[in-house]
């Protein structure tokens, strides 16, 4: 079966389409590519920072990624209806002095019925981890192998 449009109402092959774009998006690290999947006026929380419209989501990607250096995430659907989507992630990146981190996390999202997202909430945690517990190794930056596991087949 192929997608057609990637719009609400949600089935379970579109929701999981929605996540791996937007994951191929996000690990681009293209903020004006990945600010283009949301409404002009979208309404974020990311953490315990609050974001609305696209140019504050591009301002906060570009501070996100100069931060977090060889950024590499996976995200998988948890749970999705009509116009909202779960997911739960992974990414792991480190700073610029070589410190490694695993951040775990879950966003809720919720589209307009031209399949732009115009509610994320985020919440998430970093672990520091060494750079041989790293498990996100696909190279060059960019999206995730369709070989690659996804975290259903992570230990953690």
């Known amino acids: 079966m192929t997608i057609q449009k ?11 389409a929605k996540a791996r774009m937007a994951e191929d998006a996000w690990n681009s690290r293209d903020p004006d590519r990945v600010a283009l999947a949301y409404t002009e006026d ?18 906060f990607l570009r ?14 659907v948890w749970a999705y209806g009509d116009n909202r989507i779960a997911v739960r992630f992974q990414y792991e990146w480190h700073d ?7 951040a775990y996390g879950n966003e809720n999202w919720e589209f ?3 399949g732009l997202m115009r509610r994320r ?3 998430i945690n970093d672990k520091p981890i060494l750079e041989s517990e790293r498990r996100f190794h696909w190279s060059p930056a960019g999206p ?9 087949d992570s230990p953690e």
Not at 42 to 59: M, V, Y
Not at 96 to 102: S, T
């Open 6 to 16: 990637l719009v609400p109402p949600f089935t379970r092959e579109i929701a999981i």
């Open 42 to 59: 979208s309404h974020w929380r990311n953490r315990a920072e609050i974001l609305q419209g696209r140019e504050a989501i591009r301002a």
């Open 63 to 76: 501070r996100k990624w100069d931060k977090e250096l060889d950024y590499r995430l996976v995200k998988e």
């Open 96 to 102: 610029d002095a070589g410190q490694w981190y695993r």
């Open 112 to 114: 307009d019925d031209n």
């Open 121 to 123: 909430e985020a919440s």
């Open 144 to 152: 995730r192998p369709q070989d690659h596991p996804g975290l259903i």
